[in-house]
């Protein structure tokens, strides 16, 4: 068990060392997601109404320093609800799918470490991926998926409207809205698709934030432990 106080020492000392006082333009913050993409009928029969699911690990954050970042002691999962397919256009070799509403979430968490399953029962993550301090949230609107399914490619698209969780109550609200951009591909040698899942994500969640008004206080810092 970590003790609170030597957290707050570890993330003073980050703060005030790597998180510049004031600037009059932004800086971004990127995290890099590796994970699993479930749909109810499959990424090549989707149809307006189908559900998404995306189910990851955040496995780097760059800058370090920024927000809380402690991956030698938490796991930080990320998970989506209520995805639902609006729209599906065939355009040539490829497949152009608009999708409404739904959350993103990132868990960081001490205990419980990221479990597959047997695939989402009912497009719902994993209780291993929704325990823990909420660490990211925001809604979701839009979320686009191209596909290429004569390569077994695609790529998901989305923008966050950041409203939630640690990173949120530090850096406060971005200068934009929160970008993510995922690469469906193989997954990393040695890694299979896990049962029920359609394919594997990689990539980034980025965010820019007014460095000004990113400077995390003292007094917000204490309130996180």
Not at 147 to 160: E, K, S, T, Y
Not at 171 to 194: A, T
Request: proline content about 9%.
């Amino acid at each position: 068990m970590i003790r609170s106080g030597f957290l707050l020492a570890m993330v003073a000392a980050i703060l005030m060392t790597a998180v510049p006082a004031a600037a009059d333009w932004p800086e971004e913050l990127g995290m890099a997601l590796s994970g699993f993409i479930a749909t109810d009928q499959g990424l090549d029969n989707l149809a307006p109404g189908d559900h998404v699911l995306v189910v990851g690990t955040i496995e780097d954050v760059d800058p370090e320093g920024v927000v809380p970042w402690y991956p030698s002691f938490y796991e930080y999962t990320l998970y989506t609800t209520g995805i639902v397919v609006d729209a599906v256009e065939v355009a040539g070799s490829m497949t152009t799918v608009t999708c409404q509403g739904g959350r993103l979430e990132v868990r960081e968490d001490l205990g419980t470490p990221a479990e597959w399953g047997d695939g989402p029962v009912d497009m719902t993550a994993p209780p291993s991926f929704t325990d823990g301090t909420l660490w990211l949230a925001g809604g979701l609107e839009p979320v686009m998926l191209y596909l290429f399914p004569d390569h077994g490619m695609g790529q998901l698209a989305i923008d966050l409207l950041l409203d939630g969780g640690t990173v949120h109550f530090i850096l406060g609200d971005p200068v934009e809205p929160v970008y993510g951009v995922w690469i469906i591909n193989p997954p990393p040698s040695g890694q299979e698709v896990p049962p029920g899942y359609d394919a594997h994500l990689s990539g980034t969640i980025g965010m820019y934030y007014p460095t000004a008004t990113g400077a995390a206080t003292w007094s917000r810092v204490k309130a996180l432990y």
